[in-house]
């Protein structure tokens, strides 16, 4: 158990760009899931994929987010046309089954910043 | 939706002394709740958890009970080290596959 891989650790970035963030779950877990945490809150849901299907998806996750999970293993989280309100911090998690009898094991996230 | 209400910190303690963190929460039904913690530097992790109302979820000495009377899961541990300085977040289901978590509550245990 290797554990969840989040690349890169910090990202800074000019608002109006786009950046995109990778995720490596750990390998026998089949859900994945995207959280967005500020300073001083706890993190908010943003997306679910169970294997490559993305299941779920909050009303946060604006036109200009985009995630995928093409094989089911690895996923990445593309926000496009950055703002100053995407800075945050962006958590990765999997787990193996439904949430009542399986963990979320998250990893230490992505950093952004956008100036 | 389902949701939780957590107290704000930061709390501080002095190492050995109990530790209550207040968690509320809104729900439907009976849904599991949960504790997350975060030590410093590292990714949110599963504390504890308590599948079913009345039942107690313990581990490293951190206890919680699911009380469906007073709908609440307080977090308590009975004499706190240096170690234990961490955010502590109350979770439970939102509906569909996500957990909602609380606000976090961030504990300093001193010497």
């Known amino acids: 158990d290797t554990g969840v891989s989040q690349n890169p650790r910090h990202k800074i970035t000019k608002r109006g760009q786009n950046v995109t963030f990778r995720c490596d779950p750990i390998s026998e877990h089949n859900r994945l899931y995207w959280y967005r945490q500020t300073l001083g809150q706890g993190p908010e849901f943003l997306t679910y994929?169970?294997?490559?299907?993305?299941?779920?998806k909050s009303r946060l996750l604006s036109d200009r987010f985009s995630a995928e999970r093409p094989k089911g293993s690895f996923s990445t989280l593309e926000i496009q046309r950055t703002e100053q309100g995407d800075s945050a911090m962006y958590l990765c998690?999997?787990?193996?089954?439904?949430?009542?009898?399986?963990?979320?094991?998250f990893g230490n996230g992505t950093r952004l910043t956008v100036t | 939706g389902n949701s939780v209400t957590q107290m704000e910190g930061p709390v501080t303690l002095s190492e050995e002394a109990f530790l209550t963190i207040n968690c509320t929460y809104t729900?439907?039904?009976?849904?599991?709740l949960f504790w997350y913690v975060q030590y410093p530097g590292e990714g949110l992790q599963l504390l504890l958890k308590?599948?079913?109302?009345?039942d107690k979820g313990s581990n490293k000495g951190f206890e919680a009970t699911y009380r469906k009377e007073t709908t609440s899961f307080h977090l308590e541990k009975g004499s706190v080290q240096v170690s234990d300085s961490a955010v502590y977040f109350c979770a439970l289901p939102g509906g569909g596959n996500k957990l909602t978590f609380g606000t976090g509550t961030q504990l300093k245990v001193e010497l």
């Open positions: 998690a999997s787990s193996s089954s439904d949430l009542a009898n399986s963990p979320l094991h």
């Open positions: 994929f169970q294997n490559e299907a993305q299941l779920e």
């Open positions: 729900a439907t039904g009976y849904p599991s």
């Open positions: 308590a599948t079913k109302a009345d």
